[in-house]
């Protein structure tokens, strides 16, 4: 012991100087490997292949309370065979959901020629009345926005106001129908 | 002048010690914030816009079918004609039955209860294609449907 010397050696600090720039490289790493993109869209179910829906349908068809859209084959929306503008789909589902209540049915007819944007804008309009009546209702009983309500809230309003959209899918030669409801 | 002390002040050296601290920041904010690219897109194609849009969620249970025209590595069409493309290769209509009946028994029972299939399909695709991918899922039993769109501003209107 005597014979060391008395000194002690300073450990001499790692040079941390190129950490920023590795950190930077797994930054860009990330950057250019990832997307932001945002997947959203329209929730849709489809009915079931089921062999006893028809007579499911046929039983509540009420003709009344059918509001038919149909999609022509040159992008022209129908409704109940007239010509229909598409801006004002919106407020005719409305008008039409909160007059019948839950026996309503909206039926969408498209061309196989049509094009999927003229589809998807009707279908979108559709939501939006849904949705608008949804958010009105809970205002009425909840003093607050369809999205903000608790989820036995949300339940209760989707039962009051049921989306019931049923499409029509033309296979080919032969007609198929299928009820498409929520 | 003369008034002030001549010997200058040395600026003292920015002090750069938290700097990677700062960027590592930066970059758990994008890994958390960001999801990777599992696929190759290898079709181009534009999804509508639309306002009602409801966002994805459990991304381990959808299963993503594309539906525009055939590009090369470089991004630009190949062909003029539309093409499905499920999750990572291009098929057809009937192939994606199986394909989906597979995918489903692979999942977990939570997912195999909310599958969902997104669908981002181009605006100018036809009906006939949806109507037939539609009777297709529901063959395969896959009912929750998501059609992809992009949130509608003034701009893209």
Redesign the interface.
């Known amino acids: 012991m005597m014979f060391r010397k008395r000194n002690r050696r300073k450990v001499p600090g790692l040079n941390t100087t190129s950490t920023a720039d590795i950190s930077f490289m797994l930054l860009i790493l990330f950057l250019v490997s990832s997307s932001m993109d945002l997947d959203q869209g329209i929730a849709r179910q489809l009915p079931p292949i089921d062999k006893d829906r028809e007579k499911q349908t046929e039983a509540m068809v009420n003709s009344r309370q059918l509001m038919k859209f149909q999609i022509s084959k040159d992008n022209k929306v129908l409704l109940n065979g007239k010509d229909f503008k598409i801006g004002s789909v919106r407020a005719a589902v409305e008008k039409f959901v909160s007059s019948n209540g839950k026996g309503h049915i909206i039926q969408l007819q498209a061309d196989r020629k049509s094009s999927y944007n003229t589809y998807f804008e009707v279908q979108n309009e559709i939501m939006a009345a849904y949705s608008a009546l949804r958010n009105h209702r809970s205002m009425e009983e909840f003093g607050k926005a369809y999205d903000l309500c608790s989820v036995e809230q949300q339940q209760k309003i989707s039962d009051e106001i049921p989306v019931r959209i049923s499409e029509v899918y033309e296979i080919q030669a032969q007609e198929n129908e299928g009820g498409g409801e929520q | 002048m003369s008034f002030y002390r001549r010997h200058g002040h040395e600026i003292p050296a920015l002090n750069?010690?938290s700097?990677?601290d700062l960027?590592?920041t930066?970059?758990f904010f994008?890994?958390l914030?960001?999801?990777?690219?599992k696929v190759t897109v290898k079709v181009k194609y534009q999804?509508?816009a639309?306002?009602?849009?409801?966002?994805?969620v459990n991304?381990s249970a959808?299963s993503y079918i594309y539906i525009g025209k055939p590009m090369n590595g470089w991004g630009q069409v190949e062909k003029d004609r539309l093409q499905v493309q499920m999750n990572d290769k291009l098929t057809s209509i009937p192939e994606i039955k199986q394909y989906l009946i597979r995918s489903r028994e692979e999942m977990s029972s939570e997912d195999r209860q909310a599958m969902?299939v997104?669908?981002k399909?181009?605006?100018?695709?036809?009906?006939?294609t949806?109507?037939?991918l539609?009777?297709t899922?529901?063959?395969a039993?896959a009912?929750?449907?998501?059609?992809?769109?992009?949130?509608r501003t003034e701009k893209n209107k």
């Open positions: 750069t010690a700097l990677p960027i590592f930066i970059l994008f890994m914030v960001v999801h990777m690219r999804v509508p639309g306002t009602e849009l409801t966002r994805l991304k959808v969902t997104s669908i399909a181009d605006q100018q695709t036809d009906m006939g949806i109507i037939d539609k009777q899922l529901r063959e039993n009912l929750k449907v998501n059609y992809s769109g992009v949130y």
